[in-house]
């Protein structure tokens, strides 16, 4: 899979070189490349924010950077042949981001993710690159951050760990929160004791069917006292 990311703090996206991501990278797996949105600023200060229309505090995108680097991106993804990519742009107003649209992101082969900062990005870039591509606004929870970068490195990596090779053991992918609408059951290893608190005797019964029961209860029991919205029969 190849990820492009234009983003005015590149150098935010080296902690991908380490970990996991980071074999996959180096194994070929995961083809992620930064791009540094000013290089598209061609004035003397190499300006990508302007006062907003209409006024109001903060400063918006110019669309003008954007629309030269992801010409760019794809142009180069055209002369390469094969399917176009996706635009993902981060966004506290965009729908949330949630694990079934993670495991549909790693079924593609091309993603570009452009973060923005400060008030967002002049509205006429997603209208115009939505013409042209498929675009998703993509929010990571209720909560706001100072812009997309650190929201971008948490779909890259909830995206790229679902990419078939990235992880190891793919049985690992089965039994995690999320993955069926359940939190997890809680996991214990040696020692048998510690502090005073024993593992539960189940686990260390053999009994397949019972350690699989027992899991089961746990993952609803947690789901439900935390996470009740997962089972539909919250109040909220
Ligand atoms: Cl995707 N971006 C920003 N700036 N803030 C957020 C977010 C995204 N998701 C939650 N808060």
């Not at 980071?22 to 004035?43: E, I, M, N, P, Q």
């Amino acid at each position: 899979m190849r990820i492009d990311i234009v983003t005015i703090f590149p150098e935010f996206f080296r902690v991908l070189d380490v970990s996991l991501l980071g074999k996959a990278r180096t194994s070929g797996l995961l083809d992620v490349r930064a791009h540094d949105l000013r290089d598209h600023a061609h004035d003397r200060h190499r300006t990508v924010d302007d006062t907003p229309y209409g006024g109001g505090a903060g400063m918006v995108m110019k669309p003008e950077p954007w629309g030269e680097a992801l010409d760019g991106i794809l142009d180069e993804a055209a002369a390469a042949g094969g399917p176009g990519p996706t635009l993902i742009v981060p966004s506290p107003a965009g729908e949330p981001f949630r694990q079934p649209i993670a495991a549909e992101l790693a079924q593609l082969d091309h993603l570009v993710f452009a973060c923005g900062r400060y008030e967002g990005i002049d509205q006429r870039v997603v209208d115009h690159y939505d013409e042209r591509m498929p675009v998703r606004l993509l929010s990571l929870g209720d909560y706001v951050l100072n812009g997309g970068e650190v929201a971008a490195m948490a779909m890259v990596e909830a995206i790229g760990r679902l990419v078939p090779g990235v992880v190891g053991n793919p049985e690992s992918l089965v039994e995690e929160s999320h993955q069926d609408g359940l939190l997890e059951y809680p996991s214990y290893t040696k020692p048998q004791v510690w502090r005073g608190l024993e593992v539960p005797d189940v686990l260390r019964s053999g009994n397949h069917g019972a350690v699989a029961a027992w899991r089961h209860e746990q993952r609803i029991e947690r789901t439900r006292r935390v996470r009740p919205d997962l089972l539909g029969d919250d109040d909220a």
